[in-house]
Nanobody, 115 residues
Framework: QGQLVESGGGTVQPGGSLRLSCAAS????????MAWYRQAPGKERELVAR???????NYLDSVKGRFAISRDYAKNTGYLQMDSLKPEDTALYSC?????????WGQGTQVTVSS
C-alpha cells in the first residue's frame, strides 16, 4: 500500500518560517498531483496549495506570496515552504497526493504560530 508521511511541523513565532515535507512510499508512483490542506480547530479543512504533474501550482489567497509548494520527482517527495507565518496559519497540515491507483492522505503535522 501507498503511504504519505509528513514532517517539519512545529512551533514558530510570527514572522518565522517552516518547511514541511511529504514523502511518498510503498506503491505510490507516477504522482499526478500533490497538495497540502490544513484544518484549524473549529474550522473546515481548506486547500492551501497544490502542484500538478507539469509543475503548475495554485494557492489559497491568504498564503499567496508567503508559501511555496514544490516537488522532488526523484525522491517522490513534496514540500511546502512557509514564510512570514502568522498566528492564523496555525493548523494541522496534511499532505494529499494522487496516482493512477488512487488518492492518498498523510496523518498530518501540526504547525503552531505563537509568540
Amino acid at each position: 500500500q501507498g503511504q504519505l508521511v509528513e514532517s517539519g511541523g512545529g512551533t514558530v513565532q510570527p514572522g518565522g518560517s517552516l518547511r514541511l515535507s511529504c514523502a511518498a512510499s510503498g506503491s505510490i508512483s507516477s504522482i499526478y498531483f500533490m497538495a497540502w490542506y490544513r484544518q484549524a480547530p473549529g474550522k473546515e479543512r481548506e486547500l492551501v496549495a497544490r502542484i500538478g504533474n507539469r509543475g503548475n501550482t495554485n494557492y489559497l489567497d491568504s498564503v499567496k506570496g508567503r508559501f511555496a509548494i514544490s516537488r522532488d520527482y526523484a525522491k517522490n517527495t513534496g514540500y511546502l515552504q512557509m514564510d512570514s507565518l502568522k498566528p492564523e496559519d496555525t493548523a494541522l497540515y496534511s499532505c494529499n497526493a494522487g496516482d493512477s491507483r488512487g488518492i492518498y492522505w498523510g496523518q498530518g503535522t501540526q504547525v503552531t504560530v505563537s509568540s
